[in-house]
């Protein structure tokens, strides 16, 4: 038996007259979710750049590949197993990084890293998270994670947060190159809305020692008042720091040739949808690459990232493990990023709206329902394995 085992619960539960607690679509889900969230919090989540074309893009495109069922084979036997970074994962699953998730949920990060390791699917941490990464390594004991990294201004922070991640366990750091500026975001803009000017989201700069150290009191008066309770003066001053110490656009590939080289962990660069951009990271000896548009958060009017997948694997061509993300919503996307050449794909959205709802429980909840609708659009396409999911299962 499969994961599809979880639907045949909820139908016994009707026998008794239950139905679901929680919604088992993404669209219900964000429905459920807005109506529990703040209308910031919500806009922060679900808006994209401009008039959000590149996140409709991103939808389209999955309707343009169509899964042809296969007859009469053999897959009562199914096996969602993948290979990734020297480790066998019991599914192709993983939690993108999703920042601030303290204005969804007050349990944030620690409740993803719950959720997540119920089903031991890897997760990956955000720079801007709202608790350290040192306290989610805690939470998520032996389950595996990632560091994501918004690549800092200064290399003292940026070692310094890559040296945290390793000493606390995490197995990898992704590197995120297409938000090195923040994107025209109406949706934000309309409320007036960046929580980061609150000082949500920076906890891992909040106890950063290199970080601390460029404040006008060398992080004294953070340290005595502790990072969650700080004076508002010492609020303004860590704001105004960061904000100097975000991003650089001047850093090339050059630069991150250097940042892989002094790394001491494997470095994945995520955001890549140009097949150049694709060589040029393997060049720089990056050990993994994500082909994602930052769920359509960043450039109006840009190609799926479905679109790009394939021509970036067709480039990379084995030398690196190619993983997916953007616009993800069922498991029968799934099946079709996997087709298509990724060897893994990245959920975003869908699981913050599971947190908004019921923290760990609803993450866990939002995973057993896509882990179930791929089981079962594998099986009834004719595929008992996800090395089966190639190009032959598709039509155009």
């Given amino acids: 038996m499969g994961f599809n085992t979880f639907q045949y619960g909820i139908y016994f539960s009707g026998l008794a007259g239950q139905t679901p607690e929680l919604p088992v679509t993404y669209e219900l889900q964000r429905e459920a979710a807005r109506k529990v969230l703040t209308p910031e919090a919500d806009a922060y989540v679900a808006g994209s750049a401009g008039v959000e074309s590149t996140e409709a893009a991103n939808r389209e495109a999955f309707r343009r590949h169509q899964l042809v069922p296969r007859m009469l084979r053999d897959v009562a036997e199914r096996d969602l197993s993948i290979e990734l970074l020297g480790r066998t994962h019991p599914t192709p699953l993983m939690l993108a990084p ?9 349990d ?26 040192e306290e989610v390594a805690e939470t998520a004991g032996d389950g595996v994670r990632w560091f994501q990294l918004y690549w800092p201004a200064e290399d003292a922070i940026t070692d310094s947060m890559i040296q945290r991640a390793a000493d606390a366990g995490y197995e990898a750091v992704v590197v995120t190159l297409d938000t090195r500026l923040l994107a025209w975001r109406p949706r934000d803009l309309a409320t007036a809305y960046l929580p980061f000017l609150r000082a949500e989201g920076l906890a891992n700069y909040l106890t950063d020692p290199a970080f601390l150290a460029g404040l006008p009191d060398g992080g004294e008066a953070v340290g005595a008042e502790g990072w969650r309770s700080m004076s508002e003066e010492t609020r303004q001053q860590t704001v105004l720091r960061w904000i100097s110490v975000f991003s650089d656009t001047s850093q090339t590939w050059q630069h991150l040739r250097a940042l892989v080289e002094r790394s001491p962990l494997p470095v994945i660069v995520k955001g890549i949808q140009h097949p150049d951009d694709a060589r040029l990271a393997i060049d720089a000896g990056v050990a993994g690459l994500v082909v994602s548009n930052h769920g359509g958060r960043q450039v109006d009017g840009a190609m799926a990232s479905l679109a790009a997948l394939p021509g970036i694997v067709e480039v990379v ?29 990245m959920i975003g959205r869908p699981y913050v709206w599971g947190l908004a709802l019921a923290g760990a429980a609803g993450v866990e909840h939002v995973l057993r329902c896509l882990l179930a609708d791929l089981d079962l659009t594998m099986a009834l396409s004719g595929v008992r394995s996800v090395p089966e999911l190639t190009r032959e299962v598709l039509r155009d």
């Fill in 98 to 106: 999703v920042g601030v998730l303290s204005i969804v949920h007050d």
């Fill in 108 to 133: 944030a990060e620690l409740a993803v890293a719950t959720g997540a390791g119920a089903l031991e699917v890897p997760f990956a941490l955000s720079t801007v998270a709202s608790f350290p990464i």
């Fill in 317 to 345: 061509d084995g030398a690196v493990p190619v993983l997916f993300d953007s616009g993800v919503r069922t498991g029968a996307d799934v099946a079709v990023a996997l087709a298509l050449g990724a060897r893994a794909v």
